[in-house]
């Protein structure tokens, strides 16, 4: 398994053949003008492309950039938390994303030989996720900036 930090909350993971971007906000600014990378960015989304699978945490901006998913072919896959409010699905769908693919909480999904993910919620009121990676016997846990309690911690190892 390779990890590329990119910056912010950004990784990009290849195992199995494959490769997954993870919370790609790769145009400065968000957050109303607020916020840029500090240090700035080496990587743009042509650097990281083609990719598998783009997985975004929560709908932050920060996290769901539009102008960086926009810059994003429609039939990207989407690695999808299964939120109850389906905010984040509306979102996508919203931009013309069709290939989502649903991440049940707690449940592994298998996206390629020896490639599996396994999406787990936040214990705290607002929706947001972290992303177990397992891959040739090793194990990334990208919890970016989601809450999670002890005993889900304690759950994940």
Not at 73 to 100: A, C, K, T, Y
Request: hydrophobic share 40%; net charge negative.
């Amino acid at each position: 398994m390779e990890i590329t930090y990119i910056g912010h909350a950004a990784l990009q993971v290849r195992a199995a053949g494959k490769s997954i971007l993870m919370d790609p906000w790769l145009v400065d600014p968000a957050y109303c003008n607020a916020w840029f990378h500090y240090p700035p960015l080496v990587h743009e989304l042509a650097d990281l492309t083609p990719v598998d699978f783009v997985y975004v945490s929560h709908e932050h901006p920060d996290h769901f950039d539009p102008a960086t998913l926009d810059q994003l072919p429609r039939d990207q896959p989407i690695l999808l938390p299964e939120f109850h409010s389906r905010v984040l699905r509306e979102r996508f769908e919203r931009m013309g994303f069709h290939e989502l693919i649903p991440m049940p909480f707690g449940e592994p999904v298998e996206l390629a030989e020896d490639l599996k993910v396994t999406c787990l919620r936040s214990d705290l009121v607002w929706e947001d996720s972290a992303i177990l990676v397992e891959s040739g016997g090793a194990t990334l846990f990208n919890m970016n900036d989601c809450k999670l309690g002890d005993e889900l911690l304690r759950d994940v190892g």
